[in-house]
T-cell receptor, first 113, second 113 residues
Framework: NAGVTQTPKFRVLKTGQSMTLLCAQD?????MYWYRQDPGMGLRLIHY???????AKGEVPDGYNVSRLKKQNFLLGLESAAPSQTSVYFC????????????FGPGTRLTVT | DQQVKQNSPSLSVQEGRISILNCDYT??????FLWYKKYPAEGPTFLIS?????DKNEDGRFTVFLNKSAKHLSLHIVPSQPGDSAVYFC????????????FGSGTQLTVLP
């Protein structure tokens, strides 16, 4: 039982390049989330999903897109990376019914130069 | 506008003593609160939570207190151990929000041996 995994762990992009971050969970959770963490700002919600095929915007969605084609996977895309998107990205999942607790992945450190 | 605030970026405590971490919130719609612990290069891990219908929840060395009238919660760790040294995040959510969490900016706790 791996919990929540994220791929890749580190990435360096040039401005304007695109990439996709993959999140996978093996807990059969309905809800999944993408956050970014910047120094001194805590975690901020980018996008979330309440089930397969659904997505919704969070607090800071601009410049990002997401997809949830399979229940266990939640993809975060950057179509044209900007230096302001340099951050640590965390994926999380929740059962959405019983517990409010979210389980987090180990994070992806992204640097955009 | 920060809806969840942790005004102390850092706290140092002697091993064996009590650690008290504080959190304030402004949104009266929040009805569930969580504390997460984060070590460097890892994702946050859930520590303890409290519903707005309670004013205290205990789990071993960890106790969370909620003062709704003051919109304030605190995390008490007794006794503090060196392994407790980490960043602690307070988070809040409300019913019907797809369990979206709003995080504070975190407090770095250092427990000195």
């Amino acid at each position: 039982n791996a919990g929540v995994t994220q791929t890749p762990k580190f990435r360096v992009l040039k401005t304007g390049q695109s990439m996709t971050l993959l999140c996978a969970q093996d807990m059969n959770h309905e809800y999944m989330y993408w956050y970014r963490q910047d120094p001194g700002m805590g975690l901020r919600l980018i996008h979330y999903s309440v089930g397969e095929g659904t997505t919704a915007k969070g607090e800071v969605p601009d410049g990002y897109n997401v997809s949830r084609l399979k229940k266990q996977n939640f993809l975060l895309g950057l179509e044209s990376a900007a230096p302001s998107q340099t951050s640590v990205y965390f994926c999380a999942s929740s059962d959405g019914h019983v517990s409010y607790e979210q389980y987090f992945g180990p994070g992806t450190r992204l640097t955009v130069t | 506008d920060q809806q969840v605030k942790q005004n102390s970026p850092s706290l140092s405590v002697q091993e064996g003593r009590i650690s008290i971490l504080n959190c304030d919130y402004t949104n009266s719609m929040f009805d569930y609160f969580l504390w997460y612990k984060k070590y460097p290069a890892e994702g946050p891990t859930f520590l303890i939570s409290i519903s707005s219908i309670k004013d205290k929840n205990e789990d071993g060395r960890f106790t969370v207190f909620l003062n709704k009238s003051a919109k304030h919660l605190s995390l008490h760790i007794v006794p503090s151990q060196p392994g407790d040294s980490a960043v602690y995040f307070c988070a809040a959510t409300r019913s019907g929000s797809a369990r979206q969490l709003t995080f504070g900016s975190g407090t770095q706790l250092t427990v000195l041996p």
